[in-house]
């Protein structure tokens, strides 16, 4: 990459050199060499990124293992004590720590974290707690937490699990704590890795990716049956990202050749969702 290249990639990034990354750990854990290889060389051009991951299936395989049964209400998990312990352990431990080290594996820098961590992702509980139990919802986060791990020179990895004055941790869905923390330092795009293109449409017999869409048009899409099965919860879950100052939410599929630097130069990949 040039110099100018990465004077316009950060120009593009609203100045910062930062933006916001979103992935599930199993998506990240099924990504190639190639994909972390480019997240080092953006991280020594000086574009710096922040990652929140989820590891939902992993949580589910952990608590079969322990025999402590688990059920979903409208998409969240019920979450008890005994089943944030083992979200904890899943998220904050094995795979954050796997992301560490893919990280440093490819010659980046990275520091693993949970939004507990420094009481950076402050929380409370959503409002249907009572059915879902443990469950939070974002009330801040520290910005200069995040900020100053880039400035350090890592990558913040981050698990979302939140806490509140009193100490109480809380599973906090992944993709809402992404578009918090891209919300809170300001980045005004979120990248969502996925293990699909973006999300599809048929034109003229065919299905083709598209470019760009608004969370009216996906709802549509929705009702119609152009999005159904399994991309319904993916495309959900952008929306969610879509709050405070991040306008726009791209989904990527993440075996793309160099897809984030791609992205982040301008290239038309993927589907852009934005508010309107």
């Known amino acids: ?62 608590l079969a293992k322990l025999g402590i049964e688990s059920s979903f209400v409208n998409g969240l998990r019920v979450t008890t004590e005994a089943v944030l ?94 578009g918090a923390v891209a919300s809170y330092v300001e980045s005004p795009q979120m990248i969502v890795v996925t293990d699909v293109p973006g999300i599809m449409s048929t034109v003229e017999g065919r299905k083709v990716v598209l470019p760009s869409v608004t969370v009216q048009e996906i709802e549509a899409l929705i009702e119609s049956g152009e999005i159904y099965g399994g991309m319904i919860p993916k495309v959900r879950a952008a929306i969610d990202c879509i709050q405070g100052s991040v306008s726009e939410v791209i989904i990527v599929d993440g075996k793309e050749p160099r897809v984030l630097s791609r992205v982040l130069q301008g290239e038309a990949i993927g589907t852009r969702i934005i508010r309107s």
């Open 85 to 178: 312990d083992v979200v904890e352990m899943t998220l904050a431990g094995s795979i954050n720590k796997a992301i560490v080290r893919r990280i440093q594996g490819s010659g980046g820098l990275a520091l693993g974290l949970s939004g507990i961590d420094g009481n950076m992702i402050t929380a409370r509980p959503v409002a249907n707690s009572a059915e879902v139990g443990l469950v939070g919802e974002v009330t801040e986060v520290k910005a200069e937490i995040v900020t100053g791990i880039v400035g350090m020179g890592y990558i913040p990895v981050i698990a979302p699990i939140g806490v509140d004055a009193a100490g109480q941790r809380y599973n906090i869905n992944a993709d809402t704590a992404a």
């Open 1 to 62: 990459m040039t110099l100018n290249s990465e004077l316009e990639l950060i120009d593009a990034l609203d100045g910062s050199g930062l933006f916001v990354m979103k992935c599930g750990g199993s998506t990240l854990a099924a990504l190639p060499d190639s994909f972390f290889e480019d997240l080092r060389d953006l991280q020594q051009e000086g574009i710096q990124p922040v990652i929140v991951h989820g590891g939902g299936p992993a949580i589910s395989e952990n």
